[in-house]
């Protein structure tokens, strides 16, 4: 079992920065792909960014050249930055990790273990 345990959610402005922290307890953090997804009130979690074990990267349309994914296998632990956040990016964001993957995979389901959730709210 993995237990993955997020922080760095919060209140922003429009324009504003937030770096969402996500650290794994147990396993091997090295051979996960990790991605994370957002969910919106009444819509679909949806991905936002995924980096597989050999770093390959993927990222929702609408957040390319705004938000960065990266890992620091050292300290098991992957992130998101987030830059030039708008108001279409509040949602509660959520880590997770998909257990031996070789590629990133896109839906949910695909993912073996999840974080608890953080909220981020942008104003406008």
């Known amino acids: 079992q993995v237990q993955l345990v997020e922080s760095g959610g919060g209140l922003v402005q429009a324009g504003g920065s937030l770096r969402l922290s996500c650290a794994a307890v147990?396993?091997?953090?090295?051979?996960?792909?990790m991605g994370w997804f957002r969910q919106a009130p009444g819509k679909e979690r949806e991905f936002v960014a995924g980096i597989s074990r050999r770093y390959t990267i993927r990222y929702e349309d609408s957040v390319k050249g705004r938000f960065t994914i990266y890992r620091d296998n050292a300290k098991n632990t992957v992130y998101l930055q987030m830059d030039s956040l708008n108001p279409e990016d509040t949602a509660v964001y959520y880590c997770?990790?998909?257990?031996?993957?070789?590629?990133?995979?896109?839906?949910?389901?695909?993912?073996?273990?999840w974080g608890q959730g953080t909220q981020v709210t942008v104003s406008s």
């Open positions: 147990g396993g091997v953090f090295s051979n996960y792909v």
């Open positions: 997770a990790a998909d257990q031996g993957g070789r590629w990133i995979n896109f839906s949910a389901r695909d993912y073996d273990y």
